[in-house]
């Protein structure tokens, strides 16, 4: 893996720093621990520098998505075949670092979804940052059209969140309780405001926020302007057909604007990772 974005003041240099604690070339350290060279992989400590989530007062709202080159977010339903070794770690280190995963119930069917587990290789930072030993699942559902005997809900290391509307079916919420997760009303009738949503998980201490989609549920996060980061991994396929975008439903208004973060390449695939322009300290007329 090689960083791309920003770039190296000397291309030539085989010490180069990333400003985050990551430094590439040939058998150089990282600062913690961990090399990284052309020919080596990126270990977990230097790519939880890299994305480390920004020191703001306030919820943080990251998406990490994956897409071919001709816009696909999924092939067969899925993510999987359209991603690669390098996508799963950094999939791995956004989990590491969040304190929960948003997810849409659509997703949790296709993709089937697991309570999150403890790693070892994030126990110390996460114990640093008054985290607990895994994030919480929160499953975005209007219906609560949902298995609520799966491990998901009934056997996660920590509990999972259930967002809904007030007006979910009362039997579905007895049910979601009844199995042990804990249920976040965040809208009226039977809709989840995305706005709200992230508003009651930052008041449930919960403000480094990760979400995997799908589609329908980032494109409302883009809509509501709630979405702060977009990590994104263009992989090198084409697949054509007809499946979804990364993000879908409702358009906004105006375009919103987002900004290069970094960008690292591996077998041809580019890990990109874009910050809103307002919360990247970049003016809209740069």
């Not at 948003?102 to 070892?120: F, I, K, M, S």
Request: aromatic letters at 6%.
């Amino acid at each position: 893996m090689r960083r791309l974005f920003p770039v190296p003041c000397d291309p030539s240099d085989t010490e180069v720093s990333t400003g985050t604690g990551v430094s590439t070339g040939t058998g150089v350290s990282t600062g913690t621990g961990v090399s990284t060279g052309t020919e080596g992989e990126w270990g977990l400590d230097a790519l939880a520098d890299a994305y480390a989530y920004p020191g703001t007062d306030g919820p943080w709202l990251r998406a990490n998505m994956v897409s071919t080159l001709d816009g696909a977010a999924q092939h067969d339903g899925r993510s999987q075949p359209i991603s690669c070794a390098g996508d799963m770690r950094i999939f791995g280190t956004l989990r590491g670092l969040a304190d929960v995963v948003v997810a849409g119930a659509q997703t949790v069917r296709q993709e089937g979804y697991r309570p999150a587990r403890a790693r070892e290789a994030f126990a110390a930072r996460r114990a640093a940052a008054g985290q607990g030993p895994a994030p919480a699942i929160a499953v975005v559902s209007g219906s609560l059209d949902l298995d609520f005997s799966l491990p998901l809900f009934v056997s996660p290391l920590v509990p999972t969140l259930v967002l809904t509307g007030a007006g979910a079916p009362p039997g579905r919420m007895a049910a979601a309780r009844d199995a042990g997760a804990e249920v976040v009303i965040a809208g009226e009738g039977s809709r989840v405001d995305p706005a709200r949503a992230v508003r009651e998980l930052a008041d449930r201490g919960f403000r480094r926020l990760l979400t995997e989609g799908g589609p329908r549920l980032l494109g409302q996060f883009v809509a509501a302007g709630v979405l702060d980061e977009l990590c994104l991994t263009l992989s090198p396929m084409l697949t054509a057909g007809d499946a979804q975008r990364i993000a879908g439903g409702p358009g906004t208004d105006v375009p919103e604007r987002f900004a290069l973060a970094s960008m690292l390449e591996e077998d041809g695939f580019l890990f990109t990772r874009y910050r809103r322009v307002e919360k990247s300290g970049i003016s809209r007329s740069a």
